[in-house]
């Protein structure tokens, strides 16, 4: 597995608190993603970074945010947390861009009550 | 709007049988696709991409680009491929590297 990993693994954590994954990587991979798995939807996503304080909005940014002040470090912040946000999220990295692979992490599973 | 649909929610076939997965795409460029696939208890991995016309375990995918699609195919099918499989599609600036899933098939091979 390429080096990334994701903190925490497992979150349980009530509606309106703020909540921040974080995806770590040892690759020096300029790009990193957060993407959503969801039934019925597969994988949507939700930012993406391309440098160090460049970041984007994805297809389903609506109530995320996203910080990158290193390299290796790529947070996603929900700000007060919904149950619709209730989800497995996952961080990926990849050296360059189109026909390029992009490794995925192992993902975090969150539930919003 | 670009959109990648995956129309088999489940697919079910016996060990030896003849797999085809099916993604059609819509998108107005020329599209970049590619084929993920996660094991029970791995990581979601590249398996391969339409560019580098490849087969990877016994798997083929070929772009139709009149028929929009990026079937993918396995003369005979192993136990071991039972997953979920995502079809894929680069879109947006040459920049990004943004990709769009479809909806995902779990591809069951049963003994």
């Known amino acids: 597995d390429a080096g990334i990993t994701q903190s925490p693994r497992h979150k349980v954590t009530e509606t309106g608190t703020p909540v921040t994954l974080r995806c770590h990587q040892t690759?020096?991979?300029?790009?990193m993603y957060w993407y959503r798995q969801d039934p019925g939807h597969g994988l949507r996503l939700i930012h993406y970074?391309?440098?160090?304080?460049?970041?984007d909005k994805g297809e389903v940014s609506d109530g995320y945010s996203v910080s990158r002040s290193k390299t290796e470090d790529f947070l996603l912040t929900l700000e007060s947390a919904t149950s619709s946000q209730t989800s497995v999220y996952f961080c990926?990295?990849?050296?360059?861009?189109?026909?390029?692979?992009?490794?995925f992490g192992p993902g975090t599973r969150l539930t919003v009550t | 709007a670009q959109r990648v649909t995956q129309p088999e929610k489940l697919l079910s076939v016996f060990k030896g049988a003849p797999v085809e997965l099916k993604c059609n795409y819509s998108?107005?460029?020329?599209?970049?696709l590619f084929w993920y696939v996660q094991y029970s208890r791995q990581r979601l991995q590249l398996l391969l991409r339409?560019?580098s016309r490849e087969s990877i375990k016994g798997f083929t995918a070929d772009l139709n680009k009149g028929e929009t699609s990026f079937h993918l195919k396995k003369p005979f099918a192993q136990e071991e491929d039972s997953a979920m499989y995502y079809c894929?599609?680069?879109?947006?600036?040459?920049?990004?590297?943004?990709?769009?899933f479809g909806q995902g098939t779990t591809l069951q091979v049963k003994p």
């Open positions: 990926a990295i990849a050296p360059g861009v189109n026909t390029v692979e992009q490794y």
């Open positions: 690759e020096n991979h300029r790009y």
């Open positions: 970074s391309y440098g160090v304080k460049d970041t």
């Open positions: 998108y107005s460029g020329s599209p970049e």
């Open positions: 339409h560019i």
């Open positions: 894929a599609l680069i879109y947006g600036s040459s920049n990004t590297g943004k990709l769009i």
